[in-house]
């Protein structure tokens, strides 16, 4: 079965950059893409980008470039990172994969809270 | 503001029929595949229906789902109490981006 497990700071102070990792396990993290979502309490999902394991990157035009994901295809692992944080980054954030850059996201993770506060 | 459109929320009796609808554009709901997640609070999403009416394997038929045009809909039949949840339509757009709805609050009264 496959599994998705997020992990990294709990808190991040703005301005400073938010770093996350997605470790896959029961299944190989080639041939599907991965990407990461988010979603701010109480309110609906936002898409932030996706990786394909070849590291090909596409991401949300709206997060003005803030955004980079990376893939360690070694460790079965993939990255966010987004920097220049406001309080408005503050958001439950899950990593998924979905077979093409089509949105059907079969695995999620738990999507664990960051906040982004001083 | 979502990209997708969809009502707040929608409720109904135990057994009835709730229809949730997607509207969406050209350039997404219009050209590309629609997919409905159901998110009850405190857990992560969960994928239901994909390519626009394609059931998940483990998903009740009670729920279906169809697009026409620029828009789509997931019919829930039967409504159960544990179908109370957040129910989320996401598609991609041509503009290179995946876009959701808002999402729809379902109350089984």
């Known amino acids: 079965q496959v599994q998705l497990q997020e992990s990294g700071p709990g808190l991040v102070e703005p301005s400073e950059t938010l770093s996350l990792t997605c470790t896959v396990s029961?299944?190989?993290?080639?041939?599907?893409?991965w990407s990461w979502i988010r979603q701010p309490p109480g309110k609906g999902l936002e898409w932030i980008g996706y990786v394909y394991y070849t590291r090909t990157t596409k991401y949300n035009p709206s997060l003005k470039s803030r955004a980079t994901i990376s893939i360690d295809t070694s460790k079965n692992q993939f990255s966010l990172r987004l920097n220049s944080v406001t309080a408005a980054d503050t958001a439950f954030y899950y990593c998924?994969?979905?077979?093409?850059?089509?949105?059907?996201?079969?695995?999620w993770g738990q999507g664990p809270l960051v906040t982004v506060s001083s | 503001q979502s990209v997708l459109t969809q009502a707040s929320s929608a409720s109904g009796t135990p057994g009835q029929r709730v229809i949730i609808s997607c509207s969406g554009s050209s350039s997404n709901v219009g050209s590309n595949t629609v997919n409905w997640y159901q998110q009850v609070p405190g857990m992560a999403p969960k994928l239901l229906i994909y390519s626009n009416d394609q059931r998940l394997s483990g998903v009740p038929d009670r729920f279906s789902a169809s697009k026409s045009g620029s828009s789509a809909s997931l019919a829930i039949s039967g409504l159960q109490s544990d179908d109370e949840a957040h129910y989320f339509c996401a598609s991609w757009d041509d503009s290179l981006n995946v876009v959701f709805g808002g999402g729809t609050k379902v109350t089984v009264l």
């Open positions: 029961g299944g190989s993290i080639s041939n599907y893409y």
């Open positions: 998924a994969r979905s077979n093409g850059y089509n949105p059907a996201f079969h695995y």
